[in-house]
C-alpha cells in the first residue's frame, strides 16, 4: 500500500482540535457551556436576531441540531429566542446577559489558550503558520462542493 504514504498534517490537525476540545471543555463546564455551543454563541453576539435557520448556515450544522443547542441553551438562561415581527413562524436568536458576560471570559480564556499554544514562536513562525492554513483553507474551499472530488 505505497500509497498510503501521506504527510501527518491533517492527524496532526486533529490531535491539535481534540487536545483543544478537551481543555475548552473543561474549562466551559465551569460555566455550564459545552464546547460545541461556543460558535453559535460568537455568531448570536455578532449578529443579534439572527434565524436559526442563519445559525445553521453559519455553523454547517443541520437545523434540526441547531433547534437543540438552542433549546439547550435557552434552558440554561444563555440564549433567548423571540417570534420574528416580519415572519411570525421564525424565531429570532439573542444572548442573554449571562451569556454577554459569559463570552468576554470565553474570550479571554481563548486568548489564554493561544498563548500558551504559541509561547515557543517567533512572530515569523506565527506569521508563516497562519499563510499556510489560510492557504490550505482556500484550496479546500475551491473543492468542497467538487462532487467529484
Known amino acids: 500500500m505505497d500509497n498510503m504514504n501521506f504527510s501527518q498534517i491533517f492527524v496532526l490537525l486533529t490531535e491539535l482540535e481534540k487536545i483543544k476540545f478537551q481543555i475548552l471543555r473543561n474549562e466551559m463546564k465551569n460555566y455550564g457551556v459545552h464546547p460545541g455551543q461556543i460558535p453559535l ?9 439572527i434565524s436559526q435557520t442563519e445559525i445553521s ?3 454547517h450544522v443541520n437545523p434540526s441540531t441547531v433547534a437543540i443547542m438552542i433549546r439547550r441553551m435557552e434552558k440554561h438562561g444563555l440564549i433567548q429566542r423571540k417570534r420574528s415581527e ?3 413562524r421564525e424565531f429570532q436568536v439573542f444572548l442573554t446577559e ?13 486568548k489564554d489558550f493561544e498563548e500558551v499554544s504559541l509561547k ?16 490550505m483553507i482556500i484550496n ?7 462532487e467529484n472530488f
Open 86 to 88: 416580519k415572519d411570525r
Open 57 to 59: 448556515e453559519k455553523i
Open 98 to 110: 449571562k451569556s454577554k458576560e459569559l463570552i468576554t471570559k470565553i474570550y479571554e480564556k481563548m
Open 120 to 135: 515557543n514562536f517567533s512572530k515569523e513562525e506565527i506569521e508563516n503558520f497562519e499563510a499556510l492554513l489560510k492557504k
Open 140 to 146: 479546500l474551499e475551491a473543492i468542497k462542493n467538487d
Open 41 to 49: 454563541l460568537f455568531i448570536v453576539n455578532k449578529n443579534p436576531g
